[in-house]
């Protein structure tokens, strides 16, 4: 897509713009389907070996907040050591490292499930010295393929709006069955009236968030408008992958401080709930970083299973991110004292543009950080 064609910003941007500038500005912006192409080879489907680098590669396809991969691989015979990366810490969003601990989990059950399918099954252990980290350890048994392989390179966080259509028992169970993981609890809520409630705590969750103007800032810095931003970085939420319009970055972030309000957001969300089928909370026993990845483990099982189901999932955590909703939703579920780590909403709908990821030699342990 060209800058043309995307730039559906009216007057006031295109004063801005300026006719004769807008050839050098499609240059700077890049294009869709260069972008496309670039991730399509991100997410080639896996060539079912073992090796690491491969194996790696797919683990990396796993959600992380404000797609930050706050991950580094550290590989020795055999295991694999995924330790957090605290430079790529979102401290505003994220004050207890909660969400980066989630991400490492994401990442550890993906890479345990395409390591199970490529014959090299192995155990996930969190180990706390350091900081923490995950480990994936290889152990002698039987290779076991999992239909959730197939799934990783498909999933993704699907931002728009769902068509409302309901999910049958049978598949409800199967996404409860998938996401079984011990030291974790999953509600499911699909009823009308608990899908307004949960609406509702979203909506005072996004409030507090968009007059918090250091979680805008942080929002922002990960912010990519442009495709060759997008490919450039390899990280960060690039405007198309939530169905805004492309931009070059300079004009995006402008466009971020002028029109990014709350209630327009709030009517979002509030459209988002009311079209997905259902929404899925992960509550851990524990709080601390060890049940922190177990809930990562949980909920990209959930999410690969609904995507082996063709269904969408995308996550909606403003409520578990501001303290004060956090603990209305734990009452809602009926888990006073202890602390919802996520919320995902699922249904169906249609794709999205898939997100960019960094390549494997930046993420390896000795890289170097990439500016
Ligand atoms: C712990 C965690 C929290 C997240 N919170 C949100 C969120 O509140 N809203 C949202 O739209 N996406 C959220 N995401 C999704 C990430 O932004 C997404 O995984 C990332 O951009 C990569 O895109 P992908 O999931 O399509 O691969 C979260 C992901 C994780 C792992």
């Keep these: ?25 499609d240059r700077e912006v890049g294009s869709l389907d260069a972008y496309t192409v670039a991730v399509a080879g991100m997410r080639a489907a896996w060539k079912r070996t073992s090796e690491v680098d491969e194996l790696i590669r797919y683990a990396t396809l796993a959600p992380s907040g404000h797609n930050t991969q706050p991950w580094i691989f550290r590989v020795t015979d055999h295991r694999i050591e ?13 004050p207890d490292d909660h ?27 969190f ?69 307004g409630r949960i609406r509702d705590l979203v909506i005072e969750g996004n409030t507090a968030q968009m007059a918090d103007a250091a979680f805008l800032r942080e929002l922002r810095s990960w912010m990519r408008f442009s495709p060759r931003e997008a490919i450039r970085t390899g990280d960060g939420l690039f405007s198309a992958t939530t169905g805004n319009p492309i931009l070059p970055q300079w004009l995006g972030k402008r466009v971020f ?6 209630a327009a957001e709030n009517d979002k969300y509030s459209r988002q709930v009311a079209s997905s089928a259902g929404l899925a909370v992960f509550v851990g026993q524990s709080t601390d970083p060890q049940h922190w990845v177990s809930v990562g483990r949980a909920a990209q099982r959930f999410a690969l299973q609904a ?16 303290p004060r909703t956090r603990l ?9 004292g202890q602390r919802p780590d ?8 249609p794709a999205l543009p898939y997100s960019a990821r960094r390549p494997i030699r930046q993420i390896m342990s000795g890289a170097t950080p990439h500016a």
Excluded: W
């Design 257 to 262: 401080d002028l029109a990014f309000r709350s």
């Design 82 to 94: 995924i330790l957090p990366d605290f430079a790529r810490r979102t401290p505003a969003v994220d």
């Design 99 to 125: 969400h980066l601990f989630v991400s490492l989990g994401c990442a550890a059950e993906t890479l345990a499930l395409a390591s199970a399918a490529a014959g090299r099954p192995g155990e996930i252990r």
């Design 127 to 195: 180990e706390p010295a350091g900081g923490g980290s995950v480990v994936f350890e290889s152990i002698p048994a039987a290779a076991s393929r999992s239909a959730l392989v197939d799934a990783i390179p498909r999933r993704q966080s699907t931002r728009g709006e769902y068509d409302g259509r309901a999910v049958g028992a049978a598949d409800l169970r199967a996404l409860a069955t998938a996401a079984a993981v011990p030291g974790v609890e999953l509600v499911l809520i699909t009823d009308r009236p608990g899908k």
């Design 1 to 25: 897509m060209t800058l043309r064609r995307s730039l559906i910003l009216g007057g006031g941007a295109a004063a801005i713009v300026g006719a004769g500038t807008v050839q050098a500005l």
């Design 342 to 349: 996520l919320m995902l909403r699922f249904g169906t709908g």
């Design 328 to 336: 209305e939703l734990a009452e809602l579920v009926g888990m006073k």
């Design 307 to 322: 995507t082996a189901l063709g269904l969408k999932t995308a996550f909606l955590n403003p409520l578990v991110e501001v």
